[in-house]
Every structure is written in C-alpha cells, then in structure tokens.
C-alpha cells in the first residue's frame, strides 16, 4: 500500500438503513444522496434495445420503481444481504464519486449496539473487494455532535432503520448509557401504508411503499397533544376538513389524507401502538441522561441535539421537548438542538473527523491475513 494514498482526502460513507449519504471529507454536504435500495426488473424483457441491465441502483431505479422489485439491503441498521450493500458500495465509488476506492481512506458510519460480525463483514469487503487503504467505523450519533460543534451533550438519532440516544461528556462517550430502540422511518411508513389501506388506498407492491414514504416526508406531522387532537378531529367536521390535505399519487388520482397525518408518526413516541415493547424517543433520552453520574445530567438536558431524518418530522422537537420535561425533574433546564441540516449532520460531523490528523493514527488498515484484518 503507497503511503500516499492515506493522506488522499477521506471518503466519509453514511451508511443509513433508508438513504446512503457519500462523499468526500472537507465538502459542504455529500456530493451523493440517495435511497439505499436496490431494484431489480419485476416483468420479463420482450424487446432488444430495452434498459440494459438486471440491478438497478440511485437515481435510476427511482425513475423507474414501478417497473422494478425494491429491496432494501439494510433492516434496522444491520445489513441483511451483503451482496446488494457491495452493489451499492460499488455504485458509489464507479457512478457517483467517480474515482477508484484504493485511492481513499474511508469513514464508514453505523448505529451503536450494532452486532460486531457486521462491521467485520463490512471491513472485510472494504479491504478485500475495494481494497481501500484504511478503515475507520464510527457511531452515527457520536458524529452528530462533531457536526454540531459540542462535545458534550445527548444526541437523538432518528433515522430510517434505528433511533438511538448516547450522551457524550467533554467528548467522551458514555457505553453504558447508550439507548437504542428498532422503531423508526420506516416503521411510520409501514403505519401510513397501514392506515391508507384501511382507508381503501391500497399501495401494496415494493414501489408503491416507496410512494408512501414520499406522502410521509411531504404531509405527516407529529401531534403535540394526541388525546386532544384525537378529540378536536372526532368533534368538528369542518376542524378535522381544514386539517385534511389532497395528495396527488404518481397516476394522477387525487388521495384524501386525514387523520393518518399524525396517527403514523405518533408511533415514534408510542410504539405500544404497533405491538412493539419498546419506549419512545422521549424514554431513550431520558433513560440516556439518567443513567449517567448526577453531575452531568444538567449540562446533557441543556445539550439535546437532533439528527436524522425522522427528526424533521412537523413538530417533532416541540413534542419531544414538552415530554422530556414531562419525565425530568421540575423546574430542570432542557435545551433541544434541531440543525436545519440534520438530515446530513452524520455525514458532516464524518468529515469533520476524516479531516482531523487523529483520524490516519485511528483508523484500522489491511492486515497480511483475513483473520487479522477483522481482529
């Protein structure tokens, strides 16, 4: 391996379970953004000189997601299907950043709690088939913070496959306190797919979630006071009309939307609501901040700092905040953090870090043998 090639700009990967964020450290926002999921054609190819190829990855299979089978290769932050994750590793590195992967040392993210033999498959196939000349994995949540320019504080990452909170104390992270729940985007998805159906809009098919997923991110909201909201929708007509929104699907046809609004989001705080025995996102904040020693708990509830994409939500950080007090001691401070940019804050809080002279020493490279490689 030329020694040169570490002090190439890092690539920083966010590896997220519903969209993939790359490019290269030091740059604004990535230079790549897309859903990670990988397409392949559903129908049998009857005519010559029809779309070339069998896998279909980034932009491409978003334009053509009604003819494709969706899947996602990542469930809950762990990858289920390897072969898919490399297809996309690979997309990335050929279609998007447009230069060769042994050329660039790469950051790669990952939720905490995740099981090892995931990220030694990842370093394995990262050495192995990419060649790259160093690796560094990092916590999603960890990097939020870098992007926020704190170093002490409790970051909530809610993104696509995992919501998870680390408190983070003079730069420190605190292992035992770390709070991880598997209710996230996906799972609101799922809830809207639910109650659309229930409503008589059946989106059944791989691509039609995919629709689903873009009438979650454009009219959902999160309720500050469900008990009420659910009372003001069942006791006035024209309240619950006003607060009804049209959305117009791909075919042209015109879809009411109502209550589904803030009942499909509501499973971030309530995920009892979907069978699920987990607390909410305002339990994991709270259980992250009390289980660390009594002397930083005033400086994590005045540094709560969002990240995520679900965090974006209508009403999200009011709601949390108004919980939180509900659950800490009164009269305590709670400050919450919600970047505009905390869609990409993992991503930028990655290249933060590939570009401190720290990250080369940190970083973990080839090894002679495979078994070294992943010790």
């Known amino acids: 391996m030329a020694e040169a090639t570490l002090h190439n ?5 966010d590896n997220g379970s519903g969209t993939i964020r790359a490019g290269f450290a030091g740059e604004e926002i990535p230079s790549c953004f897309f859903p990670s999921f990988v397409g392949r054609p559903k129908h049998p190819r009857v005519m010559a000189g029809g779309l070339e190829g069998d896998v279909f990855i980034g932009q491409r299979a978003q334009e053509l997601r009604g003819l494709l089978k969706i899947r996602y290769p990542l469930e809950h932050g762990i990858v289920t299907d390897w072969d898919d994750m490399e297809k996309i590793w690979h997309y990335v590195y050929e279609n998007e950043l447009k230069t060769l992967p042994e050329e660039h ?12 033999k995931n990220r030694d498959v990842a370093a394995q196939i990262m050495f192995e088939t990419f060649n790259v000349p160093a690796l560094y994995t990092s916590i999603q949540a960890v990097l939020s913070l870098y992007a926020s320019g704190r170093t002490t504080g409790v970051v909530l990452d809610s993104g696509d496959g995992v919501s ?32 659309l159906r229930k409503n008589g809009h059946v989106l059944h098919t791989s691509a039609e979630k995919e629709v689903v997923r873009m009438i979650k991110e454009k009219v959902c909201y999160v309720s500050l006071d469900p ?35 803030y009942r499909a989001p509501e499973i971030l705080f309530e995920p009892e609501l979907i069978g699920l025995e987990y607390p909410g996102v305002h339990q994991i904040v709270q259980d992250a901040i009390t289980r660390t020693d009594l002397d930083l708990r005033k400086s994590l509830y005045l540094n709560i700092v969002l990240s995520g994409g679900s965090t974006l939500c209508k009403n999200f950080p009011d709601r949390l905040m108004r919980e939180i007090k509900r659950l800490a001691v009164e ?24 570009g401190l002279s720290t990250f080369r020493k940190a970083s973990q490279t080839p090894q002679p ?3 070294n490689k992943l010790n």
Do not use: C
């Open 9 to 13: 700009a890092p690539i920083v990967i």
């Open 105 to 116: 040392p790469v950051l790669l993210t990952e939720p905490p709690l995740n099981p090892r």
């Open 164 to 195: 998870h909170a680390v408190p983070v104390f003079e730069g420190f992270a605190i292992p035992n306190s770390i709070r991880r729940i598997d209710v996230a985007g996906r799972d609101v998805t799922e809830q809207l797919q639910l109650l």
């Open 227 to 261: 008990k009420r909201e659910e009372k003001d929708w069942m006791n006035s007509y024209h309240k619950s009309e006003a607060k009804s929104v049209d959305y117009i699907l791909p075919d042209g046809h015109k879809i009411k939307i109502g209550q589904e609004r």
């Open 331 to 354: 009269d305590m401070k709670i400050r919450i953090s919600a970047p505009a940019e905390r869609k990409y804050t993992t991503w930028i809080g990655g290249g933060i870090l590939a």
């Open 369 to 371: 043998t495979t078994q």
